[in-house]
């Protein structure tokens, strides 16, 4: 089985900051691109930022310029640097990923979400 496993969200004052690891393991062959989503209360999930093999990145208006997408390919692990937080940076974040994985191929997997509250 593949797992994508979400840390790191928690309570933060507005203006601090959070670093939220996701962890991609199993019997994974490569990995491309790794994103973050993010879905506030009430409203559809939305996309943050992706980060592709060779390092590439791009972000929501929203966030550029506040949050950095990183990974470590040996580790299997993408990150999101999240700092000046607002308020409407509240919601529960998913860690996205198109796995190679051996024998069943390419697919598309989510993680369980890890909740990050803001507070004004």
């Known amino acids: 089985q593949v797992h994508l496993v979400e840390s790191g969200g928690g309570l933060v004052q507005a203006g601090g900051s959070l670093r939220l690891s996701c962890a991609a393991s199993?019997?994974?062959?490569?990995?491309?691109?790794m994103a973050w989503y993010r879905q506030a209360p009430g409203k559809q999930r939305e996309w943050v930022a992706v980060?592709?093999?060779?390092?590439?990145?791009n972000y929501a208006d929203s966030v550029k310029g506040r949050f950095t997408i990183s990974r470590d390919n040996v580790k299997n692990t993408v990150f999101l640097q999240m700092n000046s937080l607002k308020p409407e940076d509240t919601g529960v974040y998913y860690c996205n990923a198109f796995l190679i994985v051996a024998v069943i191929g390419g697919s598309n997997y989510w993680g369980q979400g890890t909740q990050v509250t803001v507070s004004s």
């Open positions: 199993g019997s994974i062959s490569s990995i491309n691109g």
């Open positions: 980060i592709t093999s060779g390092g590439s990145t």
